[in-house]
């Protein structure tokens, strides 16, 4: 670079534009925020104009997300299926570092959703921006209620409607909340769901944990809303019903398991 | 791009790629201030 376009492209007064629109190299960004910092011109410059370099990022053509992409930020987070394990013995205190470690992948993973939310990586409507917010919300939501202190695995295992399936349900005993994962259950028509069950056959009681969906791949995964807390029923079953729910189990059962 | 790479793509002046982003983004400030004008519903203008 010759001297005077190195001149020029340091970043100083003025640049407030190119900084916004990404289009400084590192230092000559890092030189700008040196600059913006004593020079309230350019910081009002940047504030004026930043709303529209937000909204430039909307202007490109927009993609759609592929709609399997929710589940599979989720698969990906989770450990393999196939090596479903019993409940481990009670951790000692973890240090500050074991805990961060213990819950990078969700962490990393809430950062992906975020910024896929939040980057206009494919939204050209409202609507769809707000779809996909709600999606976000909700993994993050699994994300943090899964990774709660004092949550535990329970193993469900086929049930006569679909021998292959296998699932998982992540609780804490003093909770109303759970996070369910399910894996190789048939796909089902959109008139149908599967819905968990919860149940106390010592109490009579069993209630309806949530309906959800398996994508492709047979897999699934629902934020489970008990009106008690789990600590309140003894075993639990997923079975097919219409898609919206039923009051009680009316189709054939896929997953069952000890809570 | 870079302002740089863009100079180099366009054969242009360094200083002139500034001046047109800096120009570029205060006309669309410009476009857009009158666009939310227009759209903002009735009985909500300043006052």
Known sequence: ?259 | MTQVEIALALHEPLGTVKTRMRLGMQKLRGLLAGRDEDARPIGTEAV
């Open chain 1, 1 to 259: 670079m010759d001297l005077r376009l190195d001149q020029l492209n340091r970043g100083g007064h003025g640049d407030a534009a190119v900084y916004l629109l990404g289009a400084l190299d590192e230092s000559a960004r890092a030189s700008f925020e040196a600059h913006a910092a004593n020079c309230a011109e350019c910081r009002r410059e940047v504030a004026l104009l930043q709303p529209i370099a937000d909204r430039l990022a909307l202007a490109v053509p927009q993609v759609e997300p592929p709609p399997h992409l929710a589940a599979s930020i989720i698969a990906a987070a989770l450990p393999a299926p196939a090596t479903i394990t019993p409940v481990p013995p009670a951790q000692p205190h973890p240090t500050w570092w074991q805990r961060v470690e213990r819950y990078s992948s969700a962490i990393s993973i809430v950062a992906l959703v975020l910024a896929l939310a939040g980057s206009g990586y494919a939204f050209s409507q409202h609507q769809e921006v707000q779809s996909t917010n709600d999606k976000a919300a909700q993994l993050v939501e699994i994300l943090s209620t899964m990774y709660q202190p004092g949550m535990t695995p329970r193993t469900l295992n086929a049930a006569e409607g679909a021998p292959q399936a296998k699932g998982r349900i992540f609780l804490a005993p003093d909770r109303t909340q759970a996070v369910l994962m399910t894996y190789d259950l048939p796909r089902l028509p959109g008139t149908q769901a599967y819905q968990l069950w919860l149940n106390n056959p010592d109490a009579g009681k069993r209630d309806s944990g949530g309906v959800f969906q398996v994508d492709e791949s047979g897999r699934g995964h629902l934020l489970v809303r008990a009106p008690q807390v789990l600590a309140e029923y003894r075993n639990t079953g997923v079975t097919q019903e219409p898609a919206k729910g039923s009051q009680w189990p009316t189709g054939k059962r896929v997953l069952m398991g000890e809570l």
